[in-house]
């Protein structure tokens, strides 16, 4: 059972940066794939990134790529999103998630986060 803990969120400006944390504990946090997901009210939990258990493979969302990096330190079993040229269209809250298959963009991650609300003003 692996527990995870999302933070790191707030209230910026278009143009500005944030770096959200997944901390992690409980579990083999090299054993899990990881990847982070965003939601607005209303719509559908969407993907955003993912990394493999040893940081080698990354993925992401067309709608981030080149502006989002997400990267992992498996000797403190934590997950980052670095969110970079934020949006008004990344407004979400956003949601770690841990898998032991690599699942990329599926939704059915074993654990998730609480989630962190991240608000970017125009």
């Known amino acids: 059972q692996v527990q995870l803990v999302d933070s790191g969120g707030g209230l910026v400006q278009g143009g500005d940066s944030l770096r959200l944390t997944c901390a992690a504990s409980?579990?083999?946090?090299?054993?899990?794939?990881m990847g982070w997901f965003r939601q607005v009210p209303g719509k559908e939990r969407e993907f955003v990134a993912a990394?493999?258990?040893?940081?080698?493979?990354?993925y992401y969302s067309s709608s981030v790529k080149g502006r989002f990096t997400i990267s992992r330190d498996n000797a403190k079993s934590a997950v980052y999103l670095q969110m970079n040229d934020l949006q008004p269209e990344d407004t979400a809250v956003y949601y770690c998630?841990?898998?032991?298959?690599?699942?990329?963009?599926?939704?059915?991650?074993?654990?998730w986060g609480q989630g962190t609300q991240v608000t970017v003003s125009s």
């Open positions: 998630a841990a898998t032991t298959r690599w699942l990329v963009t599926d939704l059915r991650y074993d654990y």
């Open positions: 409980g579990g083999t946090f090299i054993r899990y794939h």
């Open positions: 990394i493999s258990w040893s940081g080698g493979s990354t």
